[in-house]
């Protein structure tokens, strides 16, 4: 059994579940934030070992107005910003997403000092995704190990 920390960052949680299980029947907690501003909060109030994120989620505002609405959608999207607004210390991001545009993957890919891999969320087995998590946790805790020692 593992006793990991795990932030997961996803707006339809009911679509996940088969994808979590793996890991919690390993022993990892997971912790889910369904937008930009309880992720944000919940990074800076806990420590978590991996933070998978959904680049399309929404911000977490409310809205009262039309053009309060129009101008948080040009604001773009909520994951490459939870991205573009992570502290330095923050831990290893592994991003699944359905989205597969160039524009976009560029963006994430600006941020190779932690996002570690972009997994497909449609084309990946939960066995597959569980081994993908630990291994990215493994290789985090490796590497931080070498530069304390």
Request: glycine share 4%; charged share 25%; hydrophobic share 40%.
């Amino acid at each position: 059994m593992v006793d990991y920390n795990i932030l997961w960052i996803e707006d339809d949680a009911d679509q996940i579940y088969s994808l979590v299980q793996p890991l919690v029947d390993s022993g990892c907690k997971i912790s889910i934030a369904k937008d930009y501003e309880n992720a944000k909060r919940m990074n800076n109030e806990f420590k978590y070992d991996v933070i998978i994120l959904d680049i399309i989620i929404p911000s977490g505002k409310k809205c009262t107005t039309i053009e309060e609405m129009i101008a948080l959608q040009k604001e773009g999207h909520f994951g490459v910003k939870f991205l573009e607004d992570l502290p330095a210390d923050s831990p290893p991001i592994v991003v699944l997403t359905v989205v597969n545009d160039e524009t976009i993957s560029n963006n994430i890919l600006k941020f190779p000092q932690v996002v570690k891999i972009i997994v497909n969320k449609g084309m990946i087995r939960p066995s597959e995704l569980k081994k993908i998590i630990l291994n990215v946790i493994n290789k985090e805790a490796d590497e931080n190990a070498l530069i304390k020692g």
